[in-house]
Structures are given as C-alpha cells and as structure tokens.
C-alpha cells in the first residue's frame, strides 16, 4: 500500500539510516525528511539517495506551530516516524530549555497536527515515536531494562524524552492516535556527529589529540549497530501493535574504558602506528554531571513479537565504522570545521 510518511529528525544520524532503509526498501512510499538543520543536521548524510524520486527533503522547525500546521494542510502525510530531538547530554546540562522545547514541545506539536489533521483515520495512520533506554534511568550490576521498568530519567535530555513518551501514550490512551514508541540504547555507525563517544574518539584519535574518557571509565552502555535499529524501526512501524511500547538493544554491553581501549587497538592497526601509541591518548577527565552508571537492554519482546535480532557483532561493526570514518575524512573534516552549515543551510528556505 502507498504510503506518505514524514520522518522527522531525518538529516541526523538515525534519522538518515532510517530515510535511506525506506527509501531505497519501499519505492511505493513517498518520504519526506522534516528537520530544521540544527548544528546536528546535515543533508551530506542523505547525498546517496537524495534525488530519488519517492524522497523529498522539506526544512522546518517542529517547535514552530504555524508551520507544523500548514506542513500538515498541504502535504497531508499519514504517517509520522517520529525522531528530531536535541540528543547530546551533555549539551542538555549547559542547556535544558532548548531541550524542552524541542523533545517536548515539539512532539506535542507533532501529535496536536497529527489529531487534527487525521480525524476519522485514526487507525489507518501510525505516529511512531523514537526514543530512548535513556528514560528508564540507570541500573546496578545486575538486571536489565524491559517495558515494564518504571521510568526515572536522571539528565535534562532523559527527562525531555521520557516527557515526550509520556505525552504520545496520553494522546493515545485519551485520542485514540494509532501510536507506538520504541526505547533503544546506544547506537554507533556512519554518520554519527563527533560531539558523541565513539565519532570523538575516532576524530580525536586521527589527529593525535587526547580523548577524552569522564571519570574513571567505568559507565557501562549497551551498543547497538545503527542499521540494525533502523531495521527495528521498520518492523515496529510495520507490525507492532498501536499502543505497544518496544525496547531495542544490542545486548552488548561495554564498560567505556574498555571500549576505547578496543578502539585505540583499532585505529594502530589501521593507521599503522606502533602498538599502543593511540593509548597513550586516553585522557580521564572529570566525571559529567549526574553521570548514569550503566544502561542494558532486554530486547526479548521484539524478538520474539517481531522476529528481530541485532546483525552484527560489536568488534566487526566497530571496525566497519572506523572504515567508514577513516574512508570519509572530507564528510569528517566538514562537520568539525562547521563547513556544512553554510553550504547546506543556505540551499533551503522554510516553506
Ligand atoms: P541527532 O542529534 O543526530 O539528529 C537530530 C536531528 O533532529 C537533526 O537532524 C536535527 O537537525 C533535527 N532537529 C533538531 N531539532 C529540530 C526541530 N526543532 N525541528 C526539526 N528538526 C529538528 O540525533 P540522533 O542521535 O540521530 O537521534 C535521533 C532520535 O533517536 C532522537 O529522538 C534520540 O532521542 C533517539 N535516540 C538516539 C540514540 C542514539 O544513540 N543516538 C539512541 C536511542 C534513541
Ligand atoms: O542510551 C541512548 C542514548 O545514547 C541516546 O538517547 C542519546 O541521544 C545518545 O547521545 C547516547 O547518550 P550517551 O550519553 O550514552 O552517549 P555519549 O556518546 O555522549 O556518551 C557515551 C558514554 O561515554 C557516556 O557514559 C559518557 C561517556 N563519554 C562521552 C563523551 C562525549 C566520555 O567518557 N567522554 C566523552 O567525551
């Protein structure tokens, strides 16, 4: 069936694997990529498939309320994957408002258009929201994050997403909006902007600088091949029942001294440099500010209900996303010096 989805958040780094899994998956769908080009979105992300005929990229501001609600008036989508978000942490602890507007407010916006614009269809079109393990908190030692686990974000970013999840089920519970929302942890592969853990390390590796690693290293995350969350993404879209929350994980859980150490062993194996040289980078500085101390996620619902598991080992992806990087230094290079901002900012004008 013909479908005319928006994918909000497109021009970022989950948001552009999920443009291009169904642009090139689904040619009977038209898609469109909603997003306001933040210092976080960068159409070079998208040059691949930019000129298919079933993509289209329109620039605007999900906060913005007119403009969402004549997006909605004249292009008539019927359904919305929902992923533009400020992402970054440790930019929520310097800023926390930004976050609200954009992770809350901007998906209440979403979900008021959605309501208005979609009276009497409410079950042929799906509001899918992308979302995070980040909202359940941090865990001990033991256990592992499942849908059932009471939310308790920790940082201005994790309150801002578990707000938005919050605001979806209220709008399906009281509305009756066909909407599903997935959790998932951390992701890692191309594309990914280097303000994040791995693309930082790989960019500070490269060019000699330290990296830095907060507190002692300690912090455990669960990563998760980016392809394989958009290929969660587009079953959940496709088969997960309204209402239904999903957790995606890649059961693969690291400690991030560890992990850079892996990635340190990495990189002198590809730039050719002498065993344990990038090591010597490694540089423990202080600790983020109310730091969660380790995220894990129990995918089991998904692959059972859905028949979804993660494809990739974490060593192999890590080393692919090295390659990546290390084959795209001009993509790597323009992000840092901010070079994509003019060039791609300049081109489009909010419609
Ligand atoms: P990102 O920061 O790389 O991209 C965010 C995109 O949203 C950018 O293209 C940006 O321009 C756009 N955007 C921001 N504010 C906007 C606004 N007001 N209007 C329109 N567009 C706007 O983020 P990401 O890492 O790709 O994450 C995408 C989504 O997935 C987010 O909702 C995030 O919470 C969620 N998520 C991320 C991860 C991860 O590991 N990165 C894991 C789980 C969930
Ligand atoms: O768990 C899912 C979340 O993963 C997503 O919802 C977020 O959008 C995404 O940014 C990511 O959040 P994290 O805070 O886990 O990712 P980040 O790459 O910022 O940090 C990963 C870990 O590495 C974390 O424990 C903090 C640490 N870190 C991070 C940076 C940037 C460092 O030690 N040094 C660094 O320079």
Redesign the pocket.
Known sequence: MNKKIVV????????SHVIRRFVSGYPEYQIIN?????Y???LANLKDIENQPNYRFVK????DVEFIDSFFNKEKPDNII???????VDRSISNPTEFV???VL?TVNLLNAAKKYWVGNYNENRFYH????EVYGALGEEGLFTEETRYDPHSPYSAS?ASSDHFVRAYHDTYGINAVIS?????YGSHH?PE?LIPLAINNLLNNKSVPVYGKGENIRDWLWVED?ARAIDVIFHKGKSGETFNIGGHNEWKNIDLIILLCKIMDGKLKRVAGSSEKLISFVKDRAGHDIRYAIDSSKLQKELDWVPSLQFEEGLEKTVDWYLANTAWLDDVTSGGYLKYYQDQYVKR
């Open positions: 909000t958040g497109g021009a970022g780094f989950i948001g909603l997003d306001k080009l933040t976080a979105g960068n605007g501001d999900i906060t929902h992923l533009a978000a400020e992402s970054h507007m954009t992770n901007g992308v979302s995070t393990d997403k959790n998932c942890s951390n992701n902007f994040k969350h």
